[in-house]
């Protein structure tokens, strides 16, 4: 140390801690929090408490709109690295651009580590996505746009953990459909305030979308014995009711909210006895989602014994009939579901094709394909150059 100026070395020494200081400040305000301020990810430093079982990652806007072009992923497919590096050099090679992903299925299991309360107490998970954020961030950088799952209503394992959420039966105990599968009631807002709880947490996870589906009542099984609770209130006015509550919890939440809804929706506007109908969801939420596969409507449908084998006549009159339900001073608009499995007819590239061809005759609003074994090719779409 140099005898004659050890000031010099002070100054210098408490300069120094100035500048750290002043690093650190500056860092702290570029930090992001994650859930319970647990882990400060800007510092990447652990405050020493247990740690989350999920890392929430915030931003502010909605992503940029586009014409979505998107194909259906399970749990099970979307937690396989090598399923999902098929599935990015699919899309990078084809006019796709987006995904599905069940975050929770027909099961009513969450299927991710979830911090919702309710899931940890009654033990609702089934994880089959083990990092739900690294997962979204690979996508993303793939310019993949990343869209949520979640079943509503038909949700069996909650209906079966607390009994007094589900539909009940007229000889006791709780409703079942024909495949043995409980029910939560659609009229209870405790379900809806759980439902929302798992759409904010995924949209804090990084999802740029939250796509409900099952938003209805039961519609199979022995409905004689279904113990309704809505009153006097039609079914279509508690979804409507439903759609409302999700418009206004979620509105303002940096992700766009799509519903699954029957195909025949765009031609039919009576409820359904499920209580769908286009106009109670059109200014509720931004995308609506008919199920417009061509196997699912009846013999007999526009004349045609088997509606699977005509998908251009299907869906071509759905688009028609539907589209003046959704205009300029709408919310929502349409992005069918479109067949791509085989089912009445062998689906190949001309009979995918021919649905895409005729939804784009009416809309920009994009189109999402079903396979529930998600085995997709690039049979019917476009290829990039």
Not at 245 to 271: K, T
């Amino acid at each position: 140390m140099n005898q004659k100026h050890p000031h010099l070395y002070f100054i210098l020494f408490i300069g120094l801690s100035l500048l750290f200081i002043l690093g650190i400040s500056w860092q702290w305000s570029e930090i992001r929090f994650v859930q319970d301020n647990n882990v400060l990810a800007g510092l990447n430093i652990s405050i020493p408490q247990q740690e989350p079982k999920v890392q929430l990652v915030l931003r502010r806007e909605k992503p940029k709109k586009q014409e979505v072009k998107g194909l259906y992923l399970t749990a099970y497919s979307a937690g396989s690295p090598q399923k999902i590096d098929s599935i990015i050099n699919l899309i990078e090679a084809t006019e796709l651009n987006a995904v599905v992903i069940d975050i929770k299925d027909y099961s009513g299991y969450v299927l991710y580590d979830s911090n919702v309360e309710l899931v940890g107490e009654l033990g609702l998970e089934s994880i089959r996505i083990s990092d739900v954020r690294e997962l979204i961030k690979k996508l993303h950088e793939n310019d993949i746009y990343v869209i949520a799952r979640q079943t509503v209503f038909q949700d069996p394992v909650l209906a079966e953990r607390k009994h007094e959420w589900a539909i009940k039966s007229k000889v006791g105990g709780l409703w079942r459909d024909h495949k043995g599968l409980a029910w939560v009631d659609p009229t209870l807002q405790d379900v809806w305030n759980y439902n929302v709880e798992i759409a904010k947490e995924a949209i804090a996870l990084g999802f740029d979308e939250i796509n409900f589906d099952y938003v209805r009542f039961p519609s199979d099984g022995n409905m004689s014995l279904v113990v309704y609770t809505n009153g006097d209130k039609a079914k279509y006015e508690i979804m409507h009711d439903f759609y409302a509550y999700l418009n206004e919890q979620l509105s303002d939440q940096p992700a766009w909210i799509s519903l699954d809804l029957f195909g025949f929706v765009m031609e039919r506007h009576d409820g359904m006895n499920i209580g769908q109908r286009l106009e109670d969801a059109v200014d509720e939420v931004n995308y609506i989602s008919p199920m417009m596969y061509p196997s699912h409507y009846p013999s007999g449908h526009l004349g045609l014994e088997n509606p699977a084998t005509n998908p251009a006549i299907v869906i071509d009159n759905g688009m028609r009939k539907g589209m003046p339900y959704f205009t300029s001073s709408t919310k929502a608009q349409v992005r069918p579901w479109l067949q791509a499995f085989n089912m009445g007819a062998v689906y190949d590239g001309s009979m995918i094709r021919a649905q895409i061809d005729m939804v784009e005759k009416y809309s920009d609003g994009g189109w999402l394909l079903w396979n529930a074994a998600n085995r997709y090719s690039s049979a019917g779409l476009l290829l990039e150059n």
